[in-house]
């Protein structure tokens, strides 16, 4: 095993004690989380699925490491089952039995509070540890990726401002965490900030991923698509085989989308993002291009074969939405009217965090989808634009949302309403204001204009 991995010792050293007695144990849970962190494989490990195995057989009763195993599990905030009842209990069980430390306690409540759907309390635990510890980069990846899923990006960069204060270059971790407080500031709006951060961490590890990613991030906000796409090819030998590397693909079709190179769009699209099966930079991707015309109907139902993975589950709201209109654009209306019922349900009887802007925004975003594809473009944007001002609650990137940004322009654009007309008029302005070219831009407000003639 590589033995820069930390064993007890190592852990004790970096004032993170870990109650457990294994050293191999506790070297296989640093091996998984910097594969996880920093989203390469190691080929030495074996992987991330191989040292979770590994890590846990060395030692049964690792609290930390059934910590770490079910947060990645149920990091979802699944609705509540008896499997993760009993998983937590017995997380629980053991922690007390081994009257571990406090940090380690802090984290199993953390996990219990995720698994409720309670996902802001889940957060306010992460940062309590951060205070304390603020190299425990476990709890900052759970931290930061429940404030990505909740749209809380203010919270995020206070969060990366205070952890980063903690480490030294020699650090463990820090490449990656430079990366994500670059990214949170880029979801601020802060983009030189989060240029310069981009630039720190890339400094100390040329293919930190997380880095890369929020470059790419940088450029669309800014509207450089040329410099964008000359940035990730010149990166891709390091992005092309980690974990996000069909995210990064999207933002390289993105690029391709603005620029209105529509062919290429879609040659990524076979080339690095369908096979890799991540579902929402598919079916986003689909559905942006199908604002601009393009049919690829046969497309759509490759990303069909995708959503089983993630339908019942209701864990997000934001990939309820992208099951949605690929339910519509895949010809399934029975299924698409199934998900709307059984979301119907969900906000009924499920409480916690999801559930409430599953009602307050995801509803009523579900409404405005369904309206946009019955043609009906002023109930659409009735039901749209009452929610744009929320839209970030339903998580997600600036880029991702971008989506739903979109298809308010397509809506009020089409509509009849002339109020929604001056709507767009009002949004478009807003675009061009951030971005040196325009082009997607450019192609609204044509149609804008052909609309009103």
């Known amino acids: 095993m590589k033995t820069a991995w930390r064993d007890c010792k190592g852990w004790r050293d970096a004032d993170l004690p870990m109650t457990s007695a294994s050293d191999e144990a506790s070297k296989w849970f640093d091996a998984s989380l910097t594969q996880i962190t920093s989203m390469y494989a190691d080929d030495e490990a074996?992987?991330?699925?191989?040292?979770?195995?590994?890590?846990?057989?060395?030692?049964?009763?690792?609290?930390?490491?059934?910590?770490?195993?079910?947060?990645?599990?149920?990091?979802?905030?699944?609705?509540?089952?008896?499997?993760?009842?009993?998983?937590?209990?017995?997380?629980?069980?053991?922690?007390?039995?081994?009257?571990?430390?406090?940090?380690?306690?802090?984290?199993?409540?953390?996990?219990?509070?995720?698994?409720?759907g309670k996902l802001v309390e889940a957060a306010e635990v992460y940062r309590a540890i951060l205070a304390e510890s603020p190299t425990d980069l476990l709890a900052c990846l759970l931290a930061f990726f429940k404030y990505y899923e909740l749209g809380m990006f203010k919270e995020m960069l206070d969060m990366m401002k205070s952890v980063v204060k903690g480490y030294t270059p020699e650090t463990p971790g820090y490449s990656t965490v430079l990366g994500w407080k670059a990214f949170a500031h880029e979801e601020n709006c802060q983009l030189n900030e989060a240029e310069e951060e981009v630039y720190k961490s890339l400094a100390v590890s040329p293919r930190e991923t997380f880095a890369i990613h929020t470059m790419a991030h940088v450029h669309l906000e800014k509207g450089m698509y040329d410099a964008g796409l000359a940035f990730l090819q010149s990166k891709e030998k390091y992005w092309a085989n980690c974990s996000m590397a069909c995210h990064i693909a999207w933002h390289e079709a993105l690029f391709h989308l603005e620029k209105g190179q529509f062919d290429d769009a879609v040659q990524t699209f076979d080339d690095k993002i369908i096979n890799r099966g991540n579902f929402n930079d598919a079916a986003s991707l689909l559905y942006r291009l199908s604002f601009e015309g393009v049919r690829v109907p046969e497309k759509w139902r490759g990303v069909l074969e995708l959503v089983d993975k993630f339908s019942g589950h209701h864990t997000w709201i934001y990939t309820d939405l992208h099951i949605l209109f690929t339910l519509y654009r895949a010809g399934e209306r029975e299924r698409a009217n199934e998900l709307l019922e059984a979301l119907k349900e969900y906000v009924t009887n499920n409480k916690g965090t999801n559930a409430q802007v599953t009602h307050d925004v995801g509803m009523p975003l579900c409404a405005g989808i369904t309206a946009f594809e019955e043609e009906h473009y002023e109930t659409a944007t009735n039901c749209l634009k009452s929610v744009y001002g929320s839209l970030q609650r339903i998580g997600g990137s600036n880029a991702q949302r971008d989506t739903f940004v979109q298809l308010l322009l397509h809506s009020a654009i089409r509509s009849p309403n002339p109020d929604h007309k001056a709507l767009a008029r009002t949004l478009l302005a807003e675009r061009k204001v951030r971005r040196v070219a325009d082009p997607l831009g450019g192609r609204l407000q044509r149609g804008l204009e052909e609309s009103s003639d």
């Not at 609290?63 to 008896?82: A, D, I, P």
Request: charged share 25%; aromatic share 6%; net charge negative.
């Open 46 to 116: 074996g992987g991330v699925a191989n040292s979770f195995k590994n890590m846990m057989e060395a030692d049964p009763d690792f609290v930390m490491g059934q910590v770490f195993v079910n947060s990645m599990k149920f990091g979802g905030s699944k609705t509540e089952t008896e499997e993760v009842h009993k998983m937590v209990d017995n997380i629980s069980a053991v922690a007390s039995k081994q009257k571990v430390t406090e940090r380690e306690s802090k984290h199993v409540a953390a996990l219990k509070l995720v698994t409720e």
